[in-house]
């Protein structure tokens, strides 16, 4: 009796644990309307509510291509190399060669799953240890855009281009939320009804038993940093919309950034352990507080530091619930 309500406890606390990320999002938000309550009121400034998904939209869709990495155990850190050379491409053909915009698009999404593939490759097939494999990419493709750009900012003034990130549907909902939750119900899918989504957590769980199973374990490796790397690309479109340019820092800001939102949503860096809902709630979540530091003023070099606090807590969670789930 005893031992079963200690079971029912333990699961009660990895349930809390799975979904802390959504009872921090709401301490946030009840903490900042008790310090400034005139701006954080959303019954008076539901604004600012109202912008958190946009300002999270590129995050958001770099994150959850991360997250499907995470849940095989790995992870990918050239996300942001590939997102800006993905978009740096795309751009460069457009001004150079007088593609069309559409097509310049393609070139972009494709790089970016075309570079995913690379690094999925290289890691399933001749067994590269996937950070050090990506951290290397990420370091070429830093050059090859610093290379593109020379250090200058390359503009995109063509509307059809910009429309993607500063455009709005019916002049009210930005197309970049609009993209942001498509792919969110797109990812959902794939994680809980479709074989490659099983097959990511059974490959996380125990990557040996997956493929004494019949999974081909490769294969799977393979599809999630072709994901990973095609979410990327994205990114790099959606921001070099929104912003009509791109330079040599393009996107850096994201790079610890994207890991600490996917870890704090409940992706376990141990793999097989992962929720899309999770990974939504750590990117609002990051996001929020990120908004709302500045907000009160703070300067950014202390958001940072508050950035890297929370990653620390994200790794703290993560081990917790580690040791809970291994009754430890």
């Not at 855009?145 to 990130?165: D, H, K, P, Q, S």
Request: hydrophobic content about 55%.
């Amino acid at each position: 009796m005893e031992k079963l309500k200690k079971g029912n406890v333990d699961n009660l606390k990895l349930k809390f644990i799975d979904n802390v990320v959504w009872v921090l999002l709401l301490i946030g938000i009840v903490v900042f309307i008790i310090l400034k309550p005139t701006y954080f009121n959303p019954f008076t400034n539901m604004g600012l509510y109202l912008n958190i998904p946009m300002q999270a939209s590129v995050m958001g869709v770099m994150t959850i291509g991360l997250a499907g990495t995470i849940l095989l155990g790995d992870i990918d850190l050239s996300c942001v190399g590939i997102m800006s050379v993905s978009a740096a491409v795309g751009i460069l053909l457009f001004k150079t060669s007088h593609v069309p915009v559409p097509v310049a698009i393609i070139v972009i999404l494709l790089m970016g799953g075309l570079l995913g593939f690379v690094n999925g490759v290289l890691i399933a097939k001749l067994k590269a240890v996937a950070l050090i494999e990506t951290l290397a990419m990420n370091t070429t493709l830093a050059g090859v855009v610093l290379a593109i750009t020379r250090g200058r900012t390359i503009t995109i003034n063509e509307r059809a281009y910009t429309a993607v990130g500063q455009g709005k549907l019916f002049s009210t909902i930005p197309y970049l939320v609009i993209i942001f939750i498509l792919i969110y119900v797109l990812m959902y899918f794939v994680w809980n009804r479709t074989p490659l989504g099983r097959s990511l957590f059974v490959v996380g769980g125990n990557a040996k038993c997956a493929r004494v199973s019949g999974i081909n374990v490769d294969k799977i490796r393979i599809m999630a940093f072709t994901i990973s790397g095609l979410m990327a690309g994205l990114a790099g479109l959606m921001l070099s919309s929104k912003m009509g340019s791109i330079n040599s820092v393009f996107g850096s800001s994201y790079s610890m950034d994207i890991i600490a939102a996917a870890v704090i949503g409940g992706t376990s860096l141990a793999g097989g352990i992962g929720k899309v809902s999770g990974v939504l709630g750590g990117v609002l979540l990051l996001n929020f507080v990120q908004v709302g530091l500045q907000v009160f003023g703070m300067d950014s070099y202390y958001v940072q530091a508050v950035t890297g606090l929370i990653i620390l807590l994200a790794v703290l969670i993560d081990s917790f619930r580690i040791r809970l789930a291994n009754k430890e």
